[in-house]
C-alpha cells in the first residue's frame, strides 16, 4: 500500500527532559528533521514533560543545546516560539482539561477509584487479557462509599472488548491488533495532571502535526491513539515507527554495555557532523560520507530497514577519524581548541601547583583529556585488594555516582568516605582502584577533582572499563552486586 504525505506537512520532535538525551533521541530527531526538510515541511519541538516527578529544566536544557549542536534545527520550540505553542506540555493543562471534558461528557471515558493493589490483583487474573472498564467496576455500595470518602481515581479510556484495530504505518503497512490486548488506558492521573497518550494526542492535533515519525514502542500503545482521536472527531496523523537501534549484536542499547549520552560523545571528541553522518547511514542514506545539506536529495524514509539499524562504535569512531584527517589544518586547529577549552580553564587549578617547567603540562594532564586511560590488569596489582572487591568498589562507586544531582567535590568525597566506612576499609586504599580506573595511574593530581571535571558519563565509562580489565562480571554478579547495594548499604549511603 502506497500513501502520498499530507501537505503542509508538520512533523515533531517530542523527548522527555527525564534524563540527558542520548543516541537514540538524536537519531528520532535526526529523521525527522530530515522527512520535514526534504518536504518542504516544518519541524516542531515539543517538550513532553508530564513525568513532573523525573522532569527536570536542566534536561531540556542539555536536549536543546545538543540537538543544536548537532545541527538539528526546528521552526517552532519552546526556545523560538510559534504560533501553536505553549510548546512544554507542563504549561497546556488547561488545553488538555477542555477535552477531557469532551471526552466525558460524550461516555468516552470513566473514572476509575480501584487502588493498585486491587490492580494488581485484578491483572493477576485476567492472564493475557487486558483490563476494560467492566473488569474494573466496584459494586454500588464500595463505589458510593469511596465518592463519599474523596477517594483519588484516575479518568480511563473506554476501549472496545473485542474485535480489530487496523492503522496504517508508513514502514509496515496495515498492522491489526486484537482490541482485547489494549488496557482502558489512564489518561488524567489522580493528581489532575495527564498521561502521555491524552496530551499526545492533544497536542498532535492542536500543532497541525501531520506525521508522526517515533520508536517502535509506541506501536501498541497506537490504537489506543487512534481511539481518542475517533473519539474527539479528529483525524489520525500518518505513523511511522522506526526500528529502535541496536548494538551489533543485535542487542538493544543499553548503559550496561556502553554509554549513549550525546553529551558523552561530545566530550570524547567525536565531531557533531561524524555523528549525523553516521545515524544518517543507518537510517536509509547509503553514502559514506555526506553534510547535513546533502541529505535533501539522499533520504527516503520508506528505505529505513525493519531489522534494525546497527550501532557500531567501531564505525563511528572509523567515520570520525576520516572527517578529522580530511580537515584543514587551522580547521582542526580550531575545532581541537573548541574540545579542549572547557577543560583547559577546569584543570589549571589541578595542576598549575605542580608546573614548573611549561613541558610538565602534558603528562600532569593528560589523564583529563585521553578518553580511556591505557590500563592493564598488572595496574591493579600493586593495590592492597583482591580483585573481586575491588569490583566491588568501583560498582559500588558506579551506583553512587550515577544518581548524584549535585556534581561537585564535597559531595563526591562525601561518597568515597561513605564507601570507606561501610567496606571498613582506609581512605587510602579504598581510593587506590578509583585513582588507576580514573587517572591511570596512583600518583597523579586528586582523583576527586578529576572525576568533577571530567563529568559523570566519563567517569562511569573508565569504571566500566576498569571492572572489565580486573576479570569483569556477569549479568548475575552485577545484579547481585546491585542487589546487596540496594538492600544493605543504600539508605545510609544516599
Not at 514533560?49 to 536536549?63: A, C, G
Not at 591505557?374 to 544518581?403: G, R, S
Request: a positive charge; one cysteine or more.
Amino acid at each position: 500500500m502506497d500513501k502520498t504525505f499530507k501537505t503542509p506537512l508538520r512533523t515533531r520532535i517530542a523527548p522527555s527532559p527525564t534524563g540527558e538525551p542520548h543516541i537514540g533521541t538524536a537519531y528520532i530527531a535526526l529523521l525527522n528533521f530530515y522527512f520535514a526538510r526534504i518536504n518542504n515541511g516544518k519541524v516542531i519541538l515539543r517538550i513532553e514533560d508530564t513525568d513532573r516527578l523525573r522532569s527536570k529544566s536542566k534536561f531540556e536544557k542539555k536536549i536543546l543545546e545538543l540537538l543544536h549542536w548537532l545541527g538539528i534545527q526546528w521552526d517552532e520550540g519552546p526556545d523560538i516560539g510559534g504560533n501553536f505553542g505553549p510548546y512544554r506540555q507542563s504549561e497546556r493543562n488547561s488545553i488538555y482539561n477542555k477535552y477531557v471534558e469532551k471526552l466525558i461528557n460524550s461516555g468516552k471515558v470513566f473514572k476509575c477509584y480501584r487502588t493498585s493493589e486491587e490492580l494488581e490483583k485484578l491483572r493477576k487474573g485476567k492472564f493475557d487479557k487486558a483490563l476494560k472498564e467492566k473488569d474494573l467496576q466496584l459494586d454500588y455500595k464500595e463505589l458510593k462509599l469511596r465518592k463519599k470518602n474523596n477517594w483519588p481515581y484516575v479518568i480511563r479510556l473506554k476501549v472496545p472488548k473485542e474485535g480489530i484495530c487496523v492503522f496504517y504505518d508508513v514502514l509496515r503497512g496495515s498492522i491489526k491488533m486484537n482490541w482485547d490486548q489494549v488496557d482502558s488506558q489512564i489518561l488524567i492521573k489522580s493528581d489532575g495532571t495527564p498521561t502521555y497518550h491524552l496530551a499526545n494526542v492533544v497536542d498532535d492535533y492542536l500543532m497541525g502535526i501531520t506525521n508522526v515519525i517515533r520508536g517502535e514502542e509506541w506501536i501498541n500503545s497506537t490504537p489506543k491513539h487512534k481511539l481518542i482521536y475517533e473519539y474527539l472527531g479528529w483525524p489520525t496523523p500518518e505513523f511511522c515507527h522506526l526500528p529502535l537501534l541496536r548494538n551489533p549484536d543485535r542487542s538493544k542499547l543499553s548503559k550496561r554495555k556502553q554509554n549513549n549520552s550525546i553529551e558523552y560523545y561530545r566530550k570524547m571528541g567525536y565531531l557533531p557532523q561524524t555523528i549525523i553522518n553516521y545515524l544518517g547511514s543507518i537510517g536509509g542514506i547509503k553514502n559514506t560520507k555526506f553534510s547535513i545539506e546533502d541529505m535533501q536529495s539522499k533520504f527516503d524514509i520508506k528505505s529505513i530497514s525493519l531489522g534494525g539499524p546497527i550501532f557500531d562504535l567501531d564505525k563511528l569512531t572509523w567515520l570520525n577519524g576520516i572527517y578529522i584527517r580530511s580537515m584543514e589544518d587551522k580547521k582542526l586547529i580550531k575545532v581541537m581548541y573548541e574540545w579542549a577549552k572547557d577543560y583547559i580553564y577546569k584543570i589549571l587549578p589541578s595542576i598549575k601547583p605542580r608546573i614548573k617547567i611549561l613541558t610538565d603540562i602534558i603528562p600532569l594532564s593528560e589523564h583529563f583529556f585521553s578518553g580511556l586511560p591505557k590500563l592493564k590488569a598488572e595496574d591493579f596489582k600493586v593495590i592492597a585488594l583482591k580483585n573481586t572487591m575491588q569490583i566491588k568498589v568501583l560498582k559500588f562507586l558506579w551506583l553512587q555516582l550515577e544518581y548524584i544531582e549535585k556534581w561537585d567535590k564535597a559531595t563526591i568525597l562525601y561518597k568515597v568516605k561513605q564507601l570507606s566506612n561501610h567496606f571498613k576499609i582506609k581512605m587510602k586504599t579504598i581510593l587506590a582502584p578509583i585513582f588507576i580506573a580514573i587517572n591511570g595511574r596512583l600518583i597523579s593530581t586528586s582523583v576527586i577533582d578529576t572525576i568533577v571535571i571530567i563529568g559523570k558519563d566519563i567517569t562511569i565509562i573508565r569504571i566500566k572499563q576498569a571492572i572489565n580489565i580486573l576479570g569483569g562480571i556477569t549479568l548475575e554478579q552485577e545484579n547481585k552486586i546491585i542487589k546487596e547495594y540496594q538492600n544493605k548499604y543504600a539508605n545510609s549511603l544516599r
